[in-house]
């Protein structure tokens, strides 16, 4: 039994209109909506449902506001999927179905496991030539005019159980711990093999629980650059970014999401082996990012924001 990734997560929101306009500027394909809800995909058919807060088939919130209230993961067959039936029996909010069977994790996200619906797909970033290694000849790299987010990558959760929450993932699901803060923070991955991390779990001093970010996967870092200069064209706030987190290596853009916390454009993370023994960190700020841009890139002036434009054609360009 392996998941294989997230494959759909689901909001509940106070103004849908805003969050429709705001995923269809993130590159998001909008495949159905009503009065109450609308649904995206991505370009390898994982889904983003976006409900009106107040309607009462949504699991329960795990923290006031707009904000995630489910994330379903997928596995590979049916028979991967009767085994999870079996684990997650006695789990508290424990429902099952034709589907899919679901429950609550132990800081109340509601979570759900159903076989996978996502597509192959033939999507490939831009190979980098590295001192020593020559990929991309006779080609440039590209220039993204905006984003089209290939998944959703991973998920991350402020908990108030860390300890209970790993270990619920870990034997019920089968994740793997890839580093740790101790005692403050765990990146899981959903198997042996995989990318750093699908789910990331932070404890916060105050005892807070609720979501941190959805990261949203891009095909290289021409993407994230290109994808937040849209976003940023178009009028939304960066959070940070764009940056590169040196514990998992990828290079990030975090916005701020009218549907609740954070949003993600990220790219170029490590992979993982069996053979991988995950490492202890202390947290802190060049521990988060090796570098990052406080405020984002304007999207015009492809400038740090507030920073002027050049006036000339070339940067050498003085006024005499």
Known sequence: MTILGIEQITYGVTD??????????????????????ARFETLNGC????????????????????????????VATREALDALRERLKGQPGYHVDETGVGCFDPAGMAIRVEVTRKREI??????????????????????????????????????????????????????????????????MRCAPHGGHHDLFLLALPDGKKGLNHVAFTVR???????GGLHISRCGWTTQLGPGRHPVSSAYFWYFKNPAGGLIEYYADEDQLTPEWEPREFEPGPTVFAEWAIDGG????????KNAEAPKGKFMTERKS
């Open 297 to 304: 890139l304007d999207g015009n002036t492809r400038r740090q």
């Open 47 to 74: 889904t983003v449902l976006v409900a009106d807060a107040n309607d009462a088939s949504l699991p329960a919130a795990f923290e006031a506001g707009p904000t995630l209230r489910e994330v379903v993961w997928g």
């Open 16 to 37: 849908l209109n805003t969050c429709r306009r705001f995923f269809a500027d993130w590159g998001m394909k909008e495949t159905a909506h009503d009065e109450t809800r």
């Open 220 to 226: 290289d870092i021409h993407e994230v650059f290109g």
């Open 122 to 187: 033939d999507v490939q970033g831009s190979p980098s030539n590295v001192w020593g290694q020559t990929l991309r000849v006779d080609t440039p790299s590209p220039i993204y005019e905006r984003a089209e987010p290939v998944e959703v990558g991973h998920v991350v959760f402020f908990t108030n159980c860390l300890a209970e929450q790993e270990k619920f993932y870990h034997e019920l699901l089968g994740f793997e711990t890839s580093d740790r803060y101790p005692n403050r923070g765990a990146f």
